[in-house]
């Protein structure tokens, strides 16, 4: 193997935050949800650091590019309101660290007029909480495999697409029981949910083939283009689930139960789309 061809690479970072995604409001049976940016400065809202380190490897030739890479990402200074965890109260924000592993490869191939990509990461994200939960826990947004693959066809104007999508559910947790407390006073009962454990359950896996069709106009005039581009989202109409969560339902002059929200994504789409550029 000629060594033009290959290339490694490494690297490490540390890295600051001053600024944090924290969850405000999460509606319990609308699925409405609020985030704000806050600056760093307070005990519970501290500057995040991060150490990041990298190796991989490049292979180039013919046409043909395959890049592999490894990672590992730690992470400290994560709130509890940043996590968006669902059992822990919002009122009472807690700080916590997190881990990111991965491996991604992706293959890149391109024959005349024609280019196909593949990739596939595998990848873990947990969190750990010590004041919430001894040990670790998936995040929200973990996905153990995410696999892509996209080709690309160019015949004179026109630039034929066409893709497909395989990537791993999210986790989620589970309202098994709830408590419903008696404040002393005067004041409207709490109810508190008991959870089976932090995201100890994970949703089904998502298949998704999109395909498109694009014309490219010739120039209108010097510094001018055009794109008319016609496209399919989900093209099996595939019915998924992408996020799902569970609260107490609570309606005056109704015993509350345990009411569980499904986010489901959009069946089969058309889109068309005119776009300038100059």
């Not at 196909?116 to 939960?133: A, G, P, V």
């Amino acid at each position: 193997m000629p060594y033009e061809s290959l290339s490694f690479h490494g690297y490490y970072g540390k890295h600051k935050q001053f600024i944090s995604e924290l969850s405000v409001f999460r509606g319990n049976n609308n699925g409405i949800e609020s985030s704000i940016w806050a600056l760093a400065g307070t005990p519970f809202i501290p500057v995040i650091n991060s150490d990041l380190l990298q190796l991989g490897g490049i292979y180039n030739k013919s046409g043909l590019v395959i890049d592999l890479q490894i990672y590992q990402r730690n992470i400290s200074g994560v709130s509890s309101r940043a996590a968006d965890l669902e059992t822990q109260q919002d009122s009472n924000p807690i700080l916590g660290d997190s881990e990111v592993r991965g491996l991604d490869i992706l293959l890149k191939k391109r024959y005349h007029k024609l280019r196909s990509w593949f990739s596939y990461s595998l990848s873990k994200t947990e969190m750990t909480f010590k004041k919430i939960q001894r040990e670790s826990f998936l995040a929200d947004h973990d996905q153990t495999h995410v696999f892509q693959w996209s080709n690309q066809l160019d015949i004179n104007s026109f630039e034929f697409s066409i893709g497909y999508k395989f990537s791993s559910g999210t986790p989620y947790s589970i309202i098994t029981s709830f408590d419903i407390i008696d404040p002393p006073g005067s004041g409207p009962d709490q109810i508190i949910g008991e959870y089976d454990g932090i995201n100890l359950n994970r949703l089904k896996g998502v298949h998704d083939l999109n395909t498109s069709v694009a014309y490219n106009f010739n120039r209108l005039n010097e510094g001018w283009k055009g794109y008319l581009v016609f496209s399919i989202s989900n093209l099996l109409d595939q019915k998924y689930v992408f996020n799902r969560s569970y609260s107490i339902d609570n309606r005056p002059n109704q015993m509350p139960n345990i009411s569980r929200l499904d986010k489901i994504g959009l069946g089969i789409t058309p889109n068309l789309s005119l776009r300038f550029e100059w």
